[in-house]
């Protein structure tokens, strides 16, 4: 069941889906953005993602995934293939470039469902891809 969920949040990331994202989600998820905050409920992650949806546009692929024996912790490793599109306040200039990078994402799991997303990437190369 907990992998399905992790595929399922995938899927619906892919598909431009939020609400197919939420439905896998505890009402009280924490959401640590990499060299970020942390967000706390459905609210602040739905924020996040309307700001991603004007932002950027990102397909993950190579996707694999991990879960431990009693399903409440998973991983997943994968490449994001995305167009920076809105300027990201503090960021470089958005001109449509577009970006390869390897991320990868930690989870918490409760009862099937996503407790914790912890998203890790390295902002410097991402930043000198756009840059260039």
Known sequence: MTRATLETYYKAFNAGDASGMLACLTDDVEHRVNEGGIRRGKELFTEFCSHMGVSYRETLK?????????????????????????????????????YVLPAGAFFDLKDGKIARVTTFYNLQDWIAQVSA
């Open 62 to 98: 190579d996707m694999v995934i991990f879960v431990n024996e009693d399903a409440t912790r998973g991983a997943a490793e994968f490449v994001v293939h995305g167009e920076y599109l809105q300027t990201d306040p503090g960021l470089p200039e958005a001109k449509g470039q577009k």
